[in-house]
Structures are given as structure tokens and as C-alpha cells.
């Protein structure tokens, strides 16, 4: 399962970015709508991927028991990343409301909303890289674990 949902908490916040900025360019407040009803679904596959996460643990040290290391980093960049993608769920919650009732903050707390959403979309990206180093050991070189991966593979290849 997680490996079903867990590209979507990563999309979903850039595909909202896009419309978002669309809705700024084009002073259309159902963009901005359409972008923060997207942000608090993207807070949702948040919460599924980070529930079907611990099974998946369960499989991957069952499977490969070198794999630790990863899977703890991998633990706790989603877990910062998920507040974080809560967080712009309850920002975009009073976003949209915000919009529908016409308030006069509406535009700067789009500007706000926007502006974390960067942040989350690059926590969403550490924690996707960290997640992709659990079974792709290809791209854990560079990282400073990479040597770990590295014998983990030579010494697979020898048996």
C-alpha cells in the first residue's frame, strides 16, 4: 500500500504550486481554490502514506536487514515532512474559507500559503530521495551513508 500512495504527497503539492501561481497570474480565485482544496488532499495522502509506512518497515527489514540505517532516516524526514504537510492542510482549510468569504486577507494569505508550500515541497523531496535510498542503492552515492550501500552491494554481489 505505501508504495501505492506514497508519490502522491509529494505531487499534489506541486501540481497545487502550478495552480496557485496560475491563480496570481491570472487573478482567478478558483485556481487558488482549486490549489488549496489540492494542498489539504495532498495533507491526507500524507497521512495514509505515513500510516501504511510502518508496514511497509515491517516488509523491507524482513526482506533486507541492511537497510536500518535508511529506513531511520527515512522515518524522520517523513515525520517532519508530514507536520509540515498538515500544517498547509490547516493553512489551505482557512485559505479557502478565507476566499469564499471574501476576506480582505485573502490575497496575502495565499502569498503565505504559497510561500510555505515551497518549504514543504522541498521537505516532501528529502523525504522522497531518503525513501527512494531504502531499496535504490544506485543513488545513495554522494550521500554520506553511500559507502555503507556500497559494501552492502559488493558483498551481495560475492555470494
Not at 523491507?60 to 529506513?71: A, M, Q, V
Not at 515551497?118 to 531504502?134: C, D, K, M, N, P
Amino acid at each position: 500500500m505505501h508504495l501505492m500512495v506514497n508519490h502522491l504527497p509529494v505531487v499534489f503539492p506541486i501540481v497545487s504550486i502550478l495552480l496557485m501561481l496560475f491563480g496570481f497570474v491570472l487573478k482567478s480565485e478558483p485556481f487558488k481554490r482549486a490549489a488549496y482544496l489540492i494542498f489539504i488532499f495532498g495533507a491526507f495522502t500524507t497521512l495514509s502514506a505515513m500510516i501504511t509506512g510502518e508496514g511497509a518497515e515491517e516488509i523491507i527489514e524482513n526482506i533486507d536487514r541492511n537497510t536500518p540505517l535508511y529506513i531511520h532516516n527515512h522515518e524522520e524526514t517523513a515525520e517532519v515532512f508530514a507536520l509540515l504537510s498538515y500544517v498547509l492542510g490547516v493553512l489551505s482549510f482557512i485559505g479557502i474559507w478565507g476566499s469564499y468569504r471574501g476576506k480582505n486577507w485573502s490575497k496575502t494569505f495565499s502569498i503565505i500559503t504559497l510561500l510555505f508550500s515551497l518549504v514543504v515541497v522541498f521537505f516532501a523531496s528529502e523525504t522522497a530521495t531518503s525513501g527512494g535510498r531504502i531499496q535504490h542503492t544506485e543513488i545513495r552515492n554522494g550521500h554520506p551513508d553511500a559507502q555503507i550501500g556500497i559494501q552492502d552491494a559488493k558483498r551481495d554481489n560475492q555470494n
